[in-house]
């Protein structure tokens, strides 16, 4: 079964998202910030990551930057805001993410892009 | 209520309590980046969180608030209290918009305006650029009106019709056809008075042409309101009058129906060449008009009903765009490795998706090669000459046929999986958006804040289990003795006993928990004041700081809760009565911000909270007078009394010592409450004041109400419990030393005169009080409201401690007794009410 870390300070946001991975038949796990998520993905491999960009302790950039330095399998990360701004896009990708979405994510278009990301057969 | 709508409700709630604690500490410190960034961070979170629902009024002022947010952080408007003050309202908004959702789950329909409105006072506060896209929102309400009366007489602008169209109509009127163009404006509240626009726009009689077009320039899709029709219809349509005036007969006032001229037909032919250009008499044309043709059904055209393919197929386009766009980044981070990786992840993925081993080998070989070299051009030329073929097999697979030749060699028993799979996803796909349920999991808390709300319900029956085992087990002493007494087996009695100091050491520990489960810090309490008294001092042009410690004391949840009451009660007064206003303090010589500092701290097993302001203090004098004006104090009172009982005498009922009755505290009704409040929970309160100086009040509660430390006194044979708070001590007077002052009974003790009672009398029982053998007589020395009493019983048993259930059912009038107890042998002990009874 593939594991997906769910990375965002807002409770409601990581419920939604987890409902909708789950529904789709993957685990999930949650992060409330970077220092917690880069805990958990040193700890655990995950397939793929969806990452907020605006959290304390350490935002989404810091840890993807963070996750990439390290040497290891390296999964695919859906990063996930609210910013529209092409900068921010742009930042994401410097930042080490694979893709970005603005929120709210439909969830057609979040399991469209999971299961692409996932490498799962076409379903 | 869902559990997503559910966590939405309660983390909205902790967010917009966040950002107003948040903006109060800016107040003190207005450029501090750390606490604006995460002011920021929280508007928009609760932000992005309402956007998950339909809230437009929700999102629409949070999205206010944080475009305006955003320009504090980044330095263009400078935070200012006004700026506080109006996203505080905008906090109190989303909290009452909570309530809406609570108890109905949609906002009711009357925010909207609202809604608008406080975003537009939030936007106000922009600089003019930022203001623009708001000021359609606003003024909607009356611009289908004004673009209805402005140009009555006007030309129909029938231009915009196709000339095809046109054609024809003009055909239909030289058969001698009378046609009509109808310009419908539905009202903006018209979904609420059941209309259905488009319906009836639809359902047109004669209906030839039909166009639909917004009244207005649509907001941004953040703050469109769905609940507003904000679109109008124009119709061409070959049927009479009054089939139409029939048909919208219940919207008359938004309709307007014009005969069509022939000439208008042929004149537009004229003077319009390119018809299919926007028509400049329709400003606001250009943007999502759909054109309808009578043939077709009025149809949205966005939605295409196969969107899980569409959305495959955007998700592609887009991971493969981002992919390209990752590799030609020209920056050389030292996580660039792992990005290329990531990368090779990504596009492997990819292709295993579409079943395409080839290119997952091709990918492995060249990310491997990159990997080597550190490059990433190997990487961006292969997927610049493999993207086409990368998307052409993702659409083939799905397909019976399949047609890749790799794709059905390299999975062939894979095949019939792949189709089952395909069957149970296929009609599922569509409902996704329904069918997700969301839910609570276990690991919700475990990542969450790591605390678990409990319904306080479950901790109140944990309580009263333990309550039951503490008592079922001072069961084991009696069967002890029974063992040694009744049967004779000194052995098996010892062991009882044994046994029963594990059991007590268990149960103690059991019962030291849970009270720990049910303690609170008090910073619930407090955490309400800053903006309490912000409010309340901005009010009444005073400057006051306001200084909280102790803030992390804890207490049981009861008591926590019942403290804010009387909390508020007494800074208000504080507020109201206590500090001068700063001209005033400055002609005192005081600094001109006044001070209330609220402390808590534990002492011993009580809890205590002072109130300290530095005011005027109260005036002994005045308070005696007052007392004395409406009888509270007598003559010999007035006289008696030092300054520190003359003060306390606030706590009175009914004296109220404000010399102008404020509209904060009120009339009246003042400490008094106060002390009822704390005494409730067996608390107690004094108050010290210095005249000029200020005044403390403070508050001592016990730690816990749920165990309750109680006398047993016997009394014609039955045993009662009087709360050890109520004890002052237990003295014997033999009967000679007892006087009678006229019908009531006194005796002096430790120099004054103290009225006693007989405790049967107050309980209506006939026997009298029993003397023991000296013809002493037990006096239970009671304090009650401040005063002191003895009463008689006719014996003094241990003190114990015990968990005291309120009576319940018949017995819950009985106002004699506070509660009940279970003892160990399993009788029932009736704990005395004491300040009832006397």
Redesign the interface.
């Known amino acids: 079964m593939k594991h997906v870390l769910v990375v965002d300070d807002a409770a409601t946001v990581r419920m939604y998202h987890r409902g909708i991975l789950e529904f789709a038949g993957y685990m999930v796990e949650e992060a409330l910030n970077g220092i917690e998520a880069l805990e958990k993905a040193l700890e655990t491999p995950f397939d793929l990551l969806l990452v907020d960009i605006n959290m304390p302790r350490l935002d989404g950039f810091g840890f993807l930057k963070e996750l990439r330095r390290q040497p290891i399998p390296q999964p695919p990360a859906i990063m996930v805001s609210t910013e529209a701004a092409a900068g921010d896009e742009k930042s994401a990708y410097r930042a080490g993410a694979s893709c970005y979405l603005l929120k709210p994510v439909r969830p057609a278009q979040l399991l469209a892009h999971a299961r692409l990301m996932l490498g799962e057969e076409n379903k | 209520m869902t ?2 709508l559910e ?2 409700l309660s ?2 709630r902790e967010f917009s309590q966040g950002i107003g604690e948040k903006l109060m500490q800016m107040e003190d410190a207005p450029s501090d980046q750390g606490l604006i960034n ?1 002011l920021f ?1 929280l508007v ?6 309402s ?2 629902f339909t809230f437009p009024e929700m999102t629409r002022v949070l999205h206010a608030g944080e475009d305006l947010l955003g320009l504090v952080r980044n330095g263009q408007i400078a935070y200012s209290r006004e700026l506080a003050d109006r996203l505080l309202d905008a906090m109190d908004f989303v909290m009452v918009l909570c309530g809406d959702i609570e108890t109905t789950e949609r906002i009711d329909a009357s925010r909207a305006q609202d809604s608008g409105r406080m975003a537009e006072s939030l936007r106000a506060l922009m600089p003019e650029a930022q203001t623009v896209q708001s000021d359609s929102a606003t003024n909607s309400g009356k611009s289908p009106k004004a673009t209805q009366d402005a140009h009555p007489a006007e030309l129909p602008p029938l231009v915009e019709v196709p000339e095809a169209m046109r054609n024809e109509a003009l055909r239909q009127c030289h058969q001698g056809e009378t046609l009509h163009w109808i310009c419908y404006t539905p009202a903006p509240d018209c979904f609420f008075q059941g209309d259905d626009p488009f319906f009836s726009a639809r359902q047109t009689p004669g209906l030839l042409w039909g166009s639909a077009k917004p009244t207005e320039p649509l907001p941004p899709l953040a703050e469109l309101d769905t609940y507003r029709c904000l679109l109008k219809f124009h119709l061409l349509t070959g049927a009479s009058r009054e089939e139409l005036d029939e048909h919208y007969r219940y919207v008359p006032d938004q309709v307007r129906i014009v005969r069509v001229d022939p000439r208008w037909l042929s004149l537009s032919e004229d003077s319009s060449a390119e018809s299919t250009q926007p028509v400049p008499a329709i400003p606001q044309g250009a943007d999502g008009v759909a054109n309808l043709l009578p043939a077709a059904p009025l149809q949205k055209t966005a939605e295409p009903s196969n ?2 393919a569409d ?2 197929a ?3 386009e ?2 493969l765009s ?2 390209q ?2 590799l030609m ?1 020209d ?1 050389r ?7 290329l ?6 596009l ?8 395409d081993q080839e290119a997952a080998s091709e990918i492995e070989a060249v990310l491997a090669e990159c990997l080597v070299t550190g490059q990433s051009s190997l990487l961006v030329l292969w997927l610049e000459a493999s993207r086409d073929h990368l998307i052409a097999s ?1 659409a083939a ?2 397909g019976p046929p399949a047609p890749n030749p790799s794709n059905a060699a390299a ?1 062939p028993s ?1 095949e019939p999986k ?1 189709s089952a ?2 069957t149970d ?1 296929g009609p599922a ?1 569509p409902a ?2 329904e ?7 276990a ?2 808390n475990a ?2 804040p790591r605390s678990l709300k409990v319904d306080q319900a479950k901790i109140d029956r944990l309580m009263n289990l333990i309550g039951e085992l503490v008592v079922s087990k001072n069961a084991l002493p009696y069967l002890a003795q029974r063992a040694e007494a009744h049967y004779g087996v000194r052995e098996l009695s010892r062991e009882i006993k044994g046994e029963y100091s594990v059991i007590n050491r268990i149960a103690d520990e059991m019962q030291d928990a849970i009270m720990q489960v049910r303690m609170m810090a008090v910073s619930f309490v407090f955490q309400r004041f800053p903006r309490l008294v912000r409010d309340i001092s901005r009010k009444l042009g005073k400057e006051v700081q306001l200084v909280l410690e102790g803030e992390q004391t804890e207490a049981d949840k009861n008591i926590i809760e019942s403290l804010a009451d009387p909390l508020i009660h007494i800074v208000r007064n504080s507020l109201d009565h206590g500090l001068e206003t700063p001209e005033v303090r400055r002609a005192c010589g005081k600094p001109e911000i006044g001070t209330i500092t609220i402390r808590a701290a534990q002492e011993a097993d009580r809890v205590v909270i002072e109130i300290t302001d530095d005011g005027k203090g109260i005036d002994p004098a005045i308070i005696k007078r007052k007392a004395y004006e409406k009888g509270l104090i007598d003559e010999a009172a007035l006289e008696r009394i030092d300054n520190r009982e003359a003060v306390n005498l606030i706590f009175a009922a009914g004296l109220s010592t404000s010399e102008v009755v404020s509209d904060l505290s009120g009339r009246g009704v003042g400490m008094d409450v106060v002390r009822t409040a704390v005494q409730k929970i067996n608390g107690t309160v004094v108050i010290e004041s210095v005249l000029g100086k200020g005044t403390t009040i403070r508050i001592s509660l016990p730690l816990s109400m749920a165990v309750t430390q109680v006398m047993i006194v016997e009394s014609d044979g039955q045993l009662f419990g009087v709360p050890m708070d109520n004890v002052v001590e237990t003295v014997r007077v033999p009967r000679s030393d007892l006087r009678a002052i006229k019908q009531s009974l006194t005796a002096v003790l430790r120099g004054r005169i103290v009225p006693l009672k007989a405790l049967n009398t107050l309980l209506g029982i006939s026997a009298g009080p029993r003397a023991n053998s000296d013809d002493e007589l037990a006096v239970l020395l009671v304090q009650a409201g401040g005063e002191v009493l003895g009463l008689l019983v006719d014996g003094f048993k241990e003190t114990i401690g015990l968990i005291q259930k309120p009576l319940g059912g018949f017995l819950s009038g009985l106002s004699a007794y506070s509660g009940s107890a279970l003892m160990g042998d399993g009788s029932v002990l009736m704990i005395l009410n004491i300040r009832e009874i006397v």
Do not use: C, Y
């Not at chain 2, 928009?44 to 969180?49: A, C, F, P, Q, R």
């Not at chain 2, 990786?341 to 990504?346: E, F, I, P, Q, R």
């Not at chain 2, 492997?348 to 079943?355: D, F, P, Q, R, Y």
């Open positions: 559990p997503l966590q939405f983390e909205s995460e961070r928009h979170t609760l932000k992005g969180n956007g998950l969107s899980t959305d495959k955007a998700a592609l887009s991971i981002a992919q766009q990752i980044l920056d981070p030292d996580w660039g490795v792992g990005r990786k990531a990368v090779g992840s990504v492997l993925n990819l292709a295993k998706a579409a079943g993702h697979p799905p999975s894979k792949e799979s395909e996803a796909k996704t958006d069918a997700i349920k969301f839910g609570r999991r690991e919700d990542t969450g």
